[in-house]
């Protein structure tokens, strides 16, 4: 779990607590980090994520990890995953 390895990042750098920011799965390992390890942190933002994932999550990844697969890179997800982050006034910016 990711949330663990925020705590042996701060276990080996010495790092005893934090100001944890986490945006989309960042988000979902802030949630996991503030329920298990709160004793760690000073302060959490979250923005951009949930909970838990919609019924439908693992078939949109399994379409995603496979094109990644296939190019050898986020390539052929950056440009949609940058539309549906940022408004298009932000990204013409």
Do not use: C, N
């Amino acid at each position: 779990m990711l949330a663990y390895d925020v705590v042996e990042l701060l276990d080996e750098t010495r790092i005893e607590r934090i100001h944890f920011v986490g945006w989309s799965t960042g988000g979902r390992i802030g949630q996991s980090h503030g329920l298990r390890h709160h004793s760690r942190l000073h302060s959490l933002l979250l923005s951009g994520t949930q909970s838990q994932s919609p019924m439908d999550a693992a078939a949109f990844w399994d379409l995603m990890i496979a094109a990644i697969d296939m190019a050898g890179s986020l390539e052929p997800i950056a440009d949609k995953t940058t539309e549906r982050s940022f408004t298009a006034a932000y990204q013409s910016a």
